[in-house]
């Protein structure tokens, strides 16, 4: 029995040991960063100065009607007269020609979990589950696995186009786009030398970006704007705030309040199209973790109606919904379609086959903190959507009051953010091995971003003589 047992044993044991699973070492730190310096070799740093648009580029306002398919006929002459305020504007709307084009420029091919998006006005402060305030990157409709630089660029140019727009000199755009691409290459730097998890913890709170910066007077003046405004924002509850403004009671009734263009009920079509959002509300429910299907299954569903958000978003199938928990216990949801990324074409396509999970995912991977009702749906004619809460303490700039001062300060915490949310999913250490520790990638940077923004504006004029010529029709709101 005893040698029996003991050659069990010993079959055992070699089963085990042949089960093991011999891990491969990974790089060092610095043989990491090797790799991103031999990278330059074959993508100079110096060649991302370079923009000039290609003999076969697409026309611009042509891009813009291929972006407009699918969506709501009767909002896209909206998007049309948003898109024609300015060349800012333009900018906003038009991620997909500027994916066209980086797509030609020169990349050293490290892959991040990318924006898609990453202008300006997708970066603001947030009120994470914990009731902390953080700031990072807010749209990222577009998110899909591509270059990391392919961001940066996008976000740097819409500093120059914003310092434009706000009549500030060709000096203060450059500063702000160097500022921006400096943020990013230093503090890269400081997540590659980081543990794993502490690159993941690691989070934007106020006084983090109080400290960036130097000048004392600037810093003091900034900290009272910013403070003042967290205490209004976070003092407000959707009841006190939200609800008169959004909802009202008729009897035992409570409803959405009509705002258009921004909200609305369907003149025609309205049971219809509450039909098709509950169904898919039902199907939402089954993507949370089950903690949050607990809250949320406190609430009904009251009332809904569409909702017109943003530039970009125009005419895509989005609404508001208003559920209630109790009488005096509101809670408003965002649904909005998921459509494939602009980057699909030159980054490949999602591994999800609901673009609603894609969005919801990349909010997991680039954010340091996601709402807690973050979930995915599929309505009817196959349309793709994610849900998260319509308003939660989200503080957005004001870019448009900004002058060069603060326009610096503001691009220094986009770049930390975005460099955050880049070494999330991506190879700090590469990254940082590539960018170096000299100027010479901020420049190239700022160069790009001059030579883009007059591209911008070249397009910009090529759809205003495309809407005066009654290609495009366009409605312009009223301010």
């Given at each position: ?12 044991r ?6 093991v ?12 960063y ?10 100079p ?34 998007r049309h007269?948003r ?21 030609t420029?020169?990349t050293?091919?490290?892959r991040?979990?990318?924006c ?36 940066l660029?996008?976000l740097?140019?819409?500093f120059?186009l914003?310092?434009r ?5 060709k000096?203060s ?5 160097l500022a921006?691409a ?15 998890l ?7 709170d ?55 263009p ?27 973790a ?17 909702k ?14 208003l ?15 998921a459509?494939?990324?602009?980057l ?9 086959s ?5 969005v919801?995912?990349?909010h997991?991977?680039m ?20 849900i ?5 303490a ?9 002058n060069?001062s ?10 930390y953010?975005?460099?955050r ?16 520790e ?8 700022a ?13 910009h ?19």
């Open positions: 029995m005893e040698r029996e047992a003991g050659e069990h044993r010993e079959r055992a070699r089963n085990l040991t042949s089960n699973v011999a891990f491969t070492s990974r790089p060092t730190r610095a043989e990491r090797a790799m991103g310096e031999n990278l330059r070799k074959k993508c740093r110096t060649s991302h100065a370079d923009w000039k648009p290609s003999r076969d580029r697409p026309d611009p306002v042509q891009l813009i009607e291929e972006a407009d398919k699918g969506r709501i006929p009767q909002l896209v002459p909206l007269g898109m024609l305020e300015s060349p800012f504007t333009f900018y906003r709307g038009a991620a997909l020609n500027m994916a066209t084009d980086l797509a420029t020169p050293p091919g490290i991040v979990q990318a898609g998006d990453a202008h300006l006005g997708n970066f603001r402060g947030f009120a994470t589950p914990e009731r902390q305030i953080n700031f990072d990157i807010h749209d990222l409709d577009e998110t899909l696995p591509a270059p990391w630089e392919w961001d660029k996008r740097a140019t819409s120059v914003a310092c727009d706000n009549g500030l000199d000096a755009a450059e500063d702000a786009a921006c400096r943020s990013y290459r230093e503090h890269m730097a400081d997540f590659s030398e980081m543990r794993a502490d690159v993941w913890y690691a989070r934007l106020p006084e983090t970006l109080f400290s960036l910066i130097k000048d004392r007077k600037l810093r003091k003046y900034i900290e009272r704007r910013v403070e003042k405004r967290i205490a209004k924002e976070t003092a407000r509850s959707a009841l006190e705030y939200d609800f008169p403004k959004l909802a009202q009671t008729t009897g035992e009734q409570i409803t959405l309040l009509d705002n258009p921004t909200i609305y009920h369907w003149t025609e079509g309205q049971k219809e199209f509450d039909a098709a959002v509950r169904e898919g509300f039902a199907r939402y429910r089954d993507t949370l089950d903690d949050r299907r607990v809250i949320l299954d406190r609430f009904e569903l009251k009332d809904i109606a569409v017109v958000v943003g530039v970009g978003s125009v005419g895509t199938y989005c609404a508001v919904m559920l209630m928990a109790a009488e005096n216990d509101p809670l408003f949801l965002q649904l909005k379609e459509r494939a990324s602009v699909e074409a030159y980054g490949g396509k999602s591994t999800y609901n673009h609603g999970q894609r919801v995912m990349g997991r991977l954010q340091s903190a996601s709402d807690i009702f973050l979930g995915w749906t599929e309505g009817r004619e196959g349309r793709q959507f994610y998260r809460q319509l308003r939660d989200k503080m957005k700039p004001m870019v448009e009051t900004f060069a603060d326009m610096a300060v503001y691009a220094q915490w986009c770049g953010s975005l460099a949310s880049h070494a999330r999913s991506g190879d700090a250490a590469v990254i940082s091995g590539y960018l170096g000299s100027d010479t990638f901020e420049k190239a940077i160069d790009f971003s001059a030579a883009y923004a007059d591209q911008t504006e070249r397009d004029a090529a759809l205003k003589k495309a809407a005066r010529k009654g290609r495009l029709k366009v409605l312009l709101e009223r301010r």
